[in-house]
């Protein structure tokens, strides 16, 4: 099972932006959507959006809609999380995963995780 890589993660202050990236660690491989999930200390992982490949649309969680952002770049095969407006409540570590399963947002419908990158806001 092919894993994927996180990256683009650092420290910025309230009101900043970042722009995560996640590619796959070995052969290209095929899904039904890309999803960004994110995990605060002591918090459950949760679910922050997706994006299905057939065309591009995109779905998010309420916590995030507007100031944030998934596009993706065919020749590189890497899906990207544009995050607009950060806020400290945002720092987490952020994953991204593959999905088969059509409208999902919870974990058990992912795979192939990455190590996830962290991201920090400072107030």
């Known amino acids: 099972q092919v894993q994927l890589v996180e990256s683009g993660g650092g420290l910025v202050q309230t009101g900043g932006s970042l722009r995560l990236s996640c590619a796959p660690s070995g052969p290209t491989f095929s899904s039904y959507a890309m999803g960004w999930f994110r995990q605060a200390p002591g918090k459950e992982r949760e679910f922050v959006g997706r994006?299905?490949?057939?065309?591009?649309?995109?779905y998010y969680a309420d916590s995030v809609k507007g100031r944030f952002t998934i596009s993706r770049d065919n020749a590189k095969k890497t899906v990207y999380l544009q995050m607009n407006s950060l806020k400290p409540e945002d720092t987490a570590v952020y994953y991204c995963?593959?999905?088969?399963?059509?409208?999902?947002?919870?974990?058990?419908?992912?795979?192939?995780w990455g190590q996830g990158t962290q991201v920090t806001v400072s107030s």
């Open positions: 995963a593959a999905s088969d399963v059509r409208g999902a947002t919870v974990i058990r419908n992912f795979h192939g």
């Open positions: 994006m299905r490949w057939s065309d591009s649309s995109t």
